[in-house]
């Protein structure tokens, strides 16, 4: 699964920092909040993993700093990681019969094995979310009496009595329960989305349909009716459909059986009716899948880029790691109500419509891009996911860490392999750290959890990822795509853990890893690196001093030192070129770039044969999800490098790590009483000839430049600020202030750079297209920043808005606007509404420009959208991404302001949003975790605004979990 953005930064926009085109899939991965499930069912002892014992931090949680009685009173109990028991039953053959109505009926015929003695048969569901009512219970056939099994909120209980004595025989369970799919506006179990039913189950939806044994270790062989009125043509289930016909009632059915066993998260259900675009693979073993792409009626045109992706990415799979699709046809269905970005049932996809819908006229490039990495994430998720699964939730990174570096890997082999590794860097650094640095820091395998689905985290996804990637460069990709070979080899069929993904890749490369993974796997916090050289002339050697270290973070005071792979180059500051040298020994291989590994606090480490005195290029393609500093690294060397290095990650550091020391300053300049408008810093032209040294040099792939243009937002730099001081007006008014430095020390350049780029090139390759207009479109937003030249953009701006290639274009004029009271803003807003006002998903991209603004009126633009009824509803999730988390993670000044409004406003919607999907609502509370970074009066409103939600009456677990920790009472340097 892919969570749905939760971040809000515009892409390219210089005043949102420096997220580009191809980071959007990934800002999905922005963390979710989540459902209904929890403690209390787990503290029962049906649960797979009892939480009687408190736990470190359920002791801590009784510190809260100054919460009311009542708030700290629903504090929870967490399920803990090394509590797993097996489950007590299996549920090995599923037989269920759906009938699809406003009422709709289900019938589930499980066969059940015992696995341990003496247990009672426990079985998850939840009746509220989808007004689930059972019907009857059968065992081997005959009905038992309601007062033979218990049942309260989250379980039914069949008593041991009832059921085999010994382990491995088996027993026959029916139950048949209905739900009300149109009621169910958590958009989690089995719900109707535009008048199509559909379903979300994981991570515990299953259980808001059927009474059943809902965890990811019990794996099953599903056979699936699905029943419904004509009017509803299109039923879809896993595996193949074996029989369809009509019923004597006047309906139809269709019969789908799944060969491969899996949990019940990835059973999925559809019933619609939609239009179809339909097509086929043949894969390497000369097999022949159908694919459909199934979508609301009225938009068939905008999914040939869908299909065109999915068929590159069953071809990526077999080529790059040799997996082949294993059923005769993989179907993907496009929803517009969906809580996060998509979702990977075996051979049923199911998506947020944003991910698959797009052509020229609605849809960016950033669209383009995020739908291959999306659609291909899914689709890899039928190996790492669905063949081989979790055993329990703690291990989701075993599946998501996974598959999110094989969708990075994917869009970096199909396109610029630079930038998609500085967008995937900027996300983690952006958005990772912060939560690494906050009250809901976790390790990639977290220990504990009070709702699962708050920790569908960037930690777990994009960290998780990064962790891969560091094994990859450990064992070399060679080494690692055996490794991965022997893991799905040795674990098909099998729910598994971390543990089982390293040792197939130690076994397979005869190496130890179990430093790595004794750090990586469980220390929560984003280490601190730091490196010091000495240069021996004569004997043409280089010493490296590197140490380590990683901040507390709740429940882990102290760390032991990671093993962390470092990769180093040297760039000659004669011949400004590359160096080569010897690592270790002086007769050593040369090479122009290493690994060095390391594993100590502190650690030295020598190059040999280095002929010139040297600049290090540290950290080469962050090789390590880590902050580093080298506090010799002059400003000078630093621009040298941005210019000079040959490894594109350390060239656009080197210039962010310039520009943020810069900004740094400027904050200070801001404290001590300089106006926004008279700040100037005795550094901006070394930047300046920087940056303009980088628009000039045409050898530059334009995707790079553009990032390179991109300065650290108003957010990086309150994250980069000791706890407590960040002030939001010094920030404010120092990033406003660099931007204006950029834009009229480099006006007359970004003029003629917008000029050269503004028509394609003869000959252009798509990928070239993309970087031309990222440029086009980040040199527009500087030219409107130049006061001199602003009415000549606005201009340019209205121009590119009338004729534009396509969406980019159009979508970058309103951007560029955004922040300027003029009447071409009003204008473009007017007419881009007017354009696309029966198109939900462009919509969409109106709303977020206007919660985005910086301009004063924010808040109430918002409160306009809200009641606009025919294009905003507050149960669709994409409107509240859109609008509110828009909103309150990427329009720092708005969210920020002084007088606490935008504070109020969003948590006015949170506890709106709580009743109807709690997920959606603890992402949204997920933006106050930082309040302790700010001074007053910043820290005290966001504080009041956490207390305020906390004494929400029945408060959801899922925010509950976020507002507790955010409130607790800090460890250390928390
Ligand atoms: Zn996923």
Redesign the pocket.
Known sequence: ??PDESIIADPNHPASGSLTTLQLQSANAASLGALRTGWQRRATQSSPFRAQRPSKQAESRRTFTSMSEEATQKAAQPVLRLEYEPPAFLAKDVDLTVELDDTSKISCKVEYERQREGADLVLNGERKPAQMEIQSVLINGESLDADAYQVDDETMTIPSAALPVKVGEKISVQIDVTVVPEKNTSLNGLYKSSGNFCTQMEAEGFRNMMYFVDRPDNMSIYRTKVIASKSVPHLLSNGNDVERGDLPDGRHFVLWEDPWPKPCYLFALVGGDFDVLTDSFTTCSGKEVRLGIFVEKGNLSKTPHAMDCLKRAFKWDEERFDREYDLSQFNIVAVSDFTMGAM?NKSLNIFNSKYVLADNDTATDTDFLNIEGIIG??YF?NWS?NRVTCRDWFQLTL??GL??FRDQEFSSDLNSRASKRIADVQLLRDHQFKEDAGPMAHPIRPDAYEAIDNFYSLTV?EKGAEIIRMIQTIVTPEGFRKGLNLYFERHDGQAVTCDDFVKAMEDANEVDLSLFRDTWYTQAGTPEVSVKTSYNAEAAELTLTVEQSCPATPGQAEKEPFDIPLAVGLVGTSSNGPLRFKVGAADAEEVDSAVLRVTKAKQEFTLHGVSEKPVPSLLRGFSAPVKLSCSELTRRDLVFLAAHDTDSFVRYESGQELAKQILTELVEKAASGVEADALDHEDAPLLLSSLEHTLRDASLDRALVSLALAMPNESAMADAMEKGTANVDHISSACAALRRLIAEGLGPLFAETYEATREPAKNESPGDAVARRQLKNSCLRYLVKNSALREDALRKAVHQFEAPENMTDRYGAVLAVRDIDCSERTRLLQDFFDMYKSDKLVVQKWFRVQAQSALPSTVDAMKSIMDMPEVFDIKNPNCCYAVFNAFAGGNFTGFHAADGSGYTFVADRIIQIDDINPQVASRLAKQFSSWRSFTAPWSTKMHAELERIAAKKDLSKDVAEIVHKSLEAPSSNL
């Open positions: 699964m892919l990977e994430h899914e998720h996911g599946k998501e598959t999110v996804y």
